[in-house]
């Protein structure tokens, strides 16, 4: 199989090193890169001068996209800021490469619907990499939703937060995407993954209504808090979600409490724990996973990308459903903006 790699970055290297993992000497690796840093970012998110990514995982790299593309690869990482995942993409696709695009999706819906069109057209498999769809706690909480352990849902409230100088030790904050208007960045877009895994387990917001900005002194010309309302509909059942996410919080945060008529759930990623509480209170169930590895998520998504790629099966995670978080993203952006509810189809 060729892997064309479009971004080695963090994530990309995470993504690189699994494909070897994976496949091992099965892949052929490409790579078209434009910046050419060759340092390793290490597992633990240390920058490794002393050894060379492009060496170290047998990467044959191209500065021209349609150099790269001439060697028909099979199948395309996608893992660049998302600013530029659109066009990047597109060009892909065109060849027929089969897509695995990191989340978000992009930072406007300029060239989706070109890029839908394109993936019908071809028959590709394309997914979007939401890995917490793959995490124990979160698949936990489908069931309880799902086996309506809980009884009628009547609220869920979900935050995410985490000092953003902290994310990448290896890069300055003030130059990633997730600090700069122009590479797509800002909390909402950055931390996407809540709107996904929400849309998931409550099905998809009508209407919502937020409140954020720029509120902290972090150096950054993009929103570092946003707080939004959703109103969705399970079972023919308006529920009220609520979501807050930040670029501030020390230790971080990652948690979402489900609230029903029979009982509460509460999610939380730091511990790895699910916890669920009957109507008097009282602790009937608590789950925990402890020395999970995280890289496990990531390995997990690949190989059902792989395995999605092999059988021309839709990933669990498809094109649709980053469309999906993309519009509901750019809403609650817009409705920051305007001060004013935004109604979603």
Request: with cysteine.
């Amino acid at each position: 199989m060729k892997v064309l790699m479009v971004g080695l970055g963090g994530v990309g290297q995470r993504h690189l090193r699994n494909l070897r993992t994976i496949l091992g000497d099965k892949a052929e690796v490409l790579a078209y890169r434009v910046r050419r840093d060759t340092a390793v970012v290490t597992p633990t998110l240390q920058l490794d001068n002393d050894r060379n990514v492009e060496q170290e995982y047998g990467v044959r790299v191209f500065g021209d996209l349609t150099q790269a593309l001439a060697e028909k690869p099979n199948i395309a990482v996608i893992a660049n800021p998302s600013s530029l995942h659109i066009p990047i993409a597109l060009e892909c696709a065109r060849v027929g490469c089969d897509l695995f695009i990191e989340k978000p999706l992009s930072h406007t819906m300029d060239g989706v619907d070109g890029l839908l069109a394109e993936v019908q057209q071809r028959g590709l498999v394309v997914m979007v990499g939401y890995q917490l769809r793959f995490h124990p706690c979160f698949l936990r909480v489908q069931e309880v939703v799902q086996q309506k352990l809980l009884g009628n849902l009547l609220a869920v409230r979900a935050t995410v937060g985490e000092y953003l100088p902290g994310w990448h030790k290896y890069e300055d904050y003030r130059q990633g995407y997730a600090a700069r208007a122009d590479l797509g960045g800002g909390v909402v877009l950055s931390q996407i993954h809540e709107f996904d895994y929400l849309s998931a387990l409550f099905g998809k917001a009508k209407r919502i209504y937020a409140v954020g900005g720029h509120f902290s002194n972090l150096e950054v010309d993009v929103e570092d808090v946003a707080s939004t309302l959703m109103e969705c509909s399970v079972d023919g059942r308006p529920l009220a979600v609520q979501l807050h996410q930040d670029y501030l919080q020390r230790p971080p945060s990652r948690n979402c409490e489900v609230i029903g008529d029979q009982g509460k759930a509460v999610l939380d990623f730091p511990t790895l724990s699910v916890s669920r509480y009957d109507t008097k209170g009282e602790l009937v169930e608590r789950a925990q996973w402890e020395g999970f590895d995280r890289n496990q998520l990531f390995i997990s998504e690949m190989r059902h990308f792989l395995d999605c790629v092999k059988s021309r099966k839709q990933p669990v995670t498809d094109l649709h459903d980053g469309v999906w978080s993309l519009k509901l993203a750019l809403a609650v952006k817009q409705s920051i903006q305007t001060q004013k509810i935004v109604e979603l189809s």
